[in-house]
């Protein structure tokens, strides 16, 4: 049993970090592009805001598992397969990257204007402005958007098993469905259950101190 879970839970974590980290550094350039060019935004462009709000709305309102069966010719151009681990991070990718834009978007917003007009009174720079105001006062937030990033990308690596993605979703529905393993079925809903608990743990822990 432990022959088949532990790589199993080492797939489960390398899908949904890899894919995390990468979601995050694209939401969070889209973020960045939605602030400055919100209405009111540093640099105002609503053609620019209105676009990439479309772009970002259709893509999060594909359910995962469709999404990552239309992303198969992509997968297989990139990485020269459409199955498999490592396979399975460009569509964990692209379907989180939506997300945690908006997220991020968010928590850049909930930065209060009085803030952002101090530093421009100080002569700050717009790119000042985003990265030492903004993104500073903002970090708490972003800590929460990235865990619950992360949790939800856990979610979708569990349901990247059923097309071939590997981790603890291909376990459960390969030993526990097919074969009507039980025993392998709740050790692997277990298993995700805490490893959910250890993120969002680590995740309040962030949050904490940094809000200090």
Known sequence: MVDILLPALVETIYMSFVSTFFAVVIGFIFAIVLILTSKGGLKENLKIYSVLDVIINTFRSFPFIILMIVLFPLTKFLIGKSI??????????????????RLIESALKEVEEGVIEAAKSFGASDWQIIFKVMLVEALPSIISAITLTLITVIGFSAMAGAVGGGGL????????????????????????????????????????????
């Open 169 to 212: 979703g291909d376990v459960a529905i390969k030993y526990g469905y097919y074969r009507f393993q039980t025993d392998t079925m709740i050790y692997t809903v277990i298993i995700l259950i805490v490893l959910v608990q250890v993120v969002q743990t680590l995740g309040d822990y962030l949050y904490k101190i940094t809000k200090k």
């Open 84 to 101: 498999g681990t490592t396979a399975a991070i460009i569509p964990l990718t692209i379907g989180a990257a939506p997300f945690i834009a």
